[in-house]
C-alpha cells in the first residue's frame, strides 16, 4: 500500500495533502505528529485530508455526502476547527486535481463552508465569513504582557499592537488567559504601518510560530481597523512568509493570497504503519 500526498504552502504556512476521498486512512495523532515532524517525516504545519463529507464521522449535521471536506490536523496532531491557508491550498488542489469544475470552489470545514475563486495566476480569495469580536484579554511574552483583541474567525485569536514584531520571542508558548481561551488560542502580534497596512507575525495553536496564518491576518486585519475605530476595511498584511490582502465587510470578510505546490509523492507502507 502506498498513500499519496502532495506537499504545499500559501505564504511559507506548508501542508501535507492527503487525497483520501473514501476516508480510508486511519489519521491519528501520532501518523499527523510524525507526517509534520521535520525530522523524521515530510515536514508541515498541518495536514490537509481531502475526504467527502460522507465518510468522516464527525461532519458537521446537514452536508451534501459528496461535499468535499478539509479535514485540517494541526502539527501536534489536534483537530482544528479552520485554517485560512490551508483553505486555498485545499481548494487550488481540488481544481489543479480535476476534482472541481470552473474555479469557483465551496470547501467544506468543521467552522462550516468557505467559497474560494481560484484565480489564474495561482493565487486564490476565500471568503472567510464574518469575524467576531469577542473582547479584550492578555498574553504575555518575555515577561511583557499585552492586551490584544480577541477574535473570532471559525477559531480563536487574540490580536495584540507592538511597537515591533521583530522584537519578540515567539519561540516559546507565550501565556494566555485559559478561562478566556478553554481551548487555546491563536496569538498575533501587528506592527502598524501605516492606515491600511500592518505587519504581523504568529504563534499558533498547537504549531508554534508560523510564517503565517490565514485566519491570523483576517483576525489582525480586524484589530488593525479597530484601532482607528473602524469595522471594514481593507488591509495589507505583511507576514514572514509573504502578504496577503484583506477585506472586511459588514457580514463577511475575504482573504487573497498564494497556494503552491511544491512536491507530490508516496509514502512507504512500513513508514505510514510505524507511527500507527
Not at 520571542?169 to 478553554?182: A, E, I, N, V
Not at 510560530?209 to 488593525?224: I, K, L, N, Y
Not at 471594514?232 to 496577503?244: K, L, N, Q, R, S
Amino acid at each position: 500500500m502506498a498513500i499519496a500526498f502532495v506537499k504545499g504552502h500559501g505564504t511559507e504556512n506548508d501542508f501535507v495533502v492527503l487525497p483520501d476521498p473514501d476516508g480510508d486512512l486511519e489519521l491519528t495523532e501520532g501518523r499527523v505528529r510524525a507526517l509534520c515532524d521535520r525530522q523524521r517525516g515530510l515536514g508541515a504545519d498541518g495536514v490537509l485530508r481531502v475526504v467527502r463529507a460522507k465518510a468522516l464521522a464527525d461532519a458537521p449535521a446537514g452536508i451534501d455526502g459528496d461535499a468535499w471536506f478539509m479535514d485540517y490536523r494541526n502539527a501536534d496532531g489536534s483537530v482544528a476547527e479552520m485554517c485560512g491557508n490551508g483553505v486555498r491550498v485545499f481548494a487550488r488542489y481540488l481544481r489543479d486535481a480535476g476534482l472541481v469544475d470552473g474555479p469557483e470552489v465551496q470547501v467544506w470545514s468543521r467552522a462550516g463552508v468557505r467559497p474560494a475563486t481560484v484565480h489564474t495566476d495561482g493565487t486564490v480569495t476565500v471568503d472567510m465569513g464574518p469575524a467576531r469580536v469577542l473582547g479584550q484579554s492578555t498574553t504575555t511574552v518575555n515577561e511583557i504582557t499585552h492586551t490584544g483583541l480577541g477574535v473570532d474567525v471559525g477559531n480563536p485569536h487574540l490580536v495584540s499592537v507592538v511597537d515591533s514584531v521583530a522584537a519578540l520571542d515567539l519561540s516559546t508558548q507565550p501565556g494566555f488567559d485559559r478561562d478566556f481561551f478553554p481551548r487555546g488560542v491563536n496569538l498575533e502580534f501587528i506592527e502598524v504601518l501605516g492606515p491600511t497596512e500592518i505587519r504581523m507575525r504568529v504563534h499558533e495553536r498547537g504549531v508554534g510560530e508560523t510564517r503565517s496564518c490565514g485566519t491570523g491576518t483576517v483576525a489582525a486585519a480586524v484589530a488593525a481597523l479597530a484601532v482607528r475605530y473602524l469595522t471594514t476595511g481593507a488591509v495589507t498584511v505583511h507576514i514572514p512568509g509573504g502578504t496577503v490582502e484583506i477585506t472586511v465587510a459588514e457580514d463577511t470578510c475575504t482573504l487573497t493570497g498564494p497556494a503552491e505546490f511544491v512536491a507530490e509523492g508516496t509514502l512507504t507502507e512500513s513508514w505510514w504503519n510505524t507511527y500507527a
